[in-house]
C-alpha cells in the first residue's frame, strides 16, 4: 500500500516519522506518532516524569482488564498524569498489552518531555496528557492513509463502502462503555470485497462517537476517492477499508455483561 500522510499542524510541530519496523521480530507494526510542542513539557526525573512512568507500567501490567480499553490516572494536581490505551477490536489480551507496552517504550522515547503525546500502531493507540482526556471527542492530531489502487467501478464501490461504514458506525457507536467497535465485509463489483473497520474510544458518547466517525468517513470522500483501501485515524476513533480482509474474529474475551438475577 502506498501512503500518503498528512496532518494538522498548527499545533504539532512533528515528527513525521516513517519507520519501518523490520517484520521478521514481534514489534507491533507502527504508524505514526505526534509530540505536542504546545501543552507543556517537564523535566527529567520530576514528579510528573516519575508519575508517567508509574502510569504507564500500571497499565500495560494490568491483566484484569480483557476488553482492549485502558484510561486511568494518577498523581495529584498538577502533576497529574492521565493515559488512554486502546487496542483495535479484534486483538487479544496478551497482544494488546504487548502492543501497548511497545507503544509506551516508544513514546517516552520519541517525545522524551512533552506532557502531552500520542503514538499509532496497527493494533493499538496510546495517548496521555496533563489534561483530563476521558470522554471528550477528540479529532486531532490525525493522519491519513490510502492505497494506490483504483477500485474498478468507482462509483458502485462507492456506494458499497457507503452503506457499509454507515452500518458499522451505527454497530460501533451504540456499544457499551468497554467496546466501541464493528468490522464486517460488503459485495462491491464481481470480484472486489470491500471489508471494513470502524472503533471509537468506548469511554465516548454513542452520539460523540458517531459524529466522530461520520467526520472521519467524510475525509474519505474529501481527500481520495475511488481508492482500493484506505484509513483515517484520530485520537477518539478510527476507520480503515480494504479489499482484503486484515482484520479477526473480535476477541470472546470480552464477556457480556452478568445476566441479573430474576
Ligand atoms: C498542563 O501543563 C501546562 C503546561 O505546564 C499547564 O499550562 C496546564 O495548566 C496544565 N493543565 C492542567 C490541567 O494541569
Ligand atoms: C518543549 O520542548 C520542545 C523540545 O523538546 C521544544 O521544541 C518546545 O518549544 C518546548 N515547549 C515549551 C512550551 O517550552
Ligand atoms: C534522572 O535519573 C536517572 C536515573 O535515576 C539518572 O541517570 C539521570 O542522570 C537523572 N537525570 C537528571 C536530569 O537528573
Ligand atoms: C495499578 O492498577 C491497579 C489495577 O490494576 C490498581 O489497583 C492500582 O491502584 C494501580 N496502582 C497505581 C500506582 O496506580
Ligand atoms: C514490556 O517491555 C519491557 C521492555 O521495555 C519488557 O521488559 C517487559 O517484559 C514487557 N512486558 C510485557 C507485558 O510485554
Ligand atoms: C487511479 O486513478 C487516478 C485518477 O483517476 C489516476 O491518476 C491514477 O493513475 C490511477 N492509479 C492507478 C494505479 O491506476
Ligand atoms: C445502499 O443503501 C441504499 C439505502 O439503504 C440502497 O438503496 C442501495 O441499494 C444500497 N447500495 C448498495 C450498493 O448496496
Ligand atoms: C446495511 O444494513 C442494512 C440493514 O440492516 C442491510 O440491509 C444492508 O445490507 C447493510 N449494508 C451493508 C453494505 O452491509
Ligand atoms: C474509564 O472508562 C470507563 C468507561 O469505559 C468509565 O466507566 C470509567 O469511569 C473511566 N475511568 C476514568 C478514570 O475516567
Redesign the pocket.
Known sequence: MAVTVSFRQHSFICCLLFIIISQASAQPSFLNYFCDNNKGNYTANSTYHTNLNTLLSNLTSNTQINYGFYNSSYGQNTDKVNAIGLCRGDVRPLECRVCLNFSKALLTQLCPNQKEAISYHDKCMLRYSNRSIFGVVETSPSFYMWSANNATDVDQFNQ?LG??T??LTATAASGDSRRKYAA?K?SASNFETIYGLVQCTPDLSEKDCNDCLVGAISEITSRWNGKRGGRVVRPSCNIRYETYRFYGEPTMAYAPAPLPYV
Open positions: 458499497v452503506n457499509l454507515r452500518n464486517d460488503a
